[in-house]
């Protein structure tokens, strides 16, 4: 009988183990260059979705040292382009790129509805507790 409590008590352990799941980690983050604003990411690994102002990424990779997120086409201007923020665990920083449509100008003159691509570097710090 203690055999069986025994076996019965490890197998409930293991599965368990497998159901329990991190919360969502909240990031602070601030654009190189920019000493004065930072902002918020939130990264639920567990969900794969990672969250900035009111754009929602999938988390499409996770290694010991990166995590990739995107932000699909169809939440974007004419489902063209999108974005991917790729992150260092290690050091905090980011590197995020943008493909879309936008108004952009150039010597006082707007392109409406132009395709362009940007890019953007920065750091992320865990807050302290």
Known sequence: M???SLVFLVIAQIMAAGTCTASPLTIACRAEGD???TFDITLDIDRRTMTWGGSQFEIREVTERYITAFEPPSQTWERVG???WVLDRVTGEYLRATVRFTSRGVNGSYT???LTADTYRGKCTRPLI
């Open 2 to 4: 203690k055999l069986v």
């Open 35 to 37: 000493t004065v604003l």
């Open 82 to 84: 999108g974005e991917v």
């Open 112 to 114: 409406p509805r132009a």
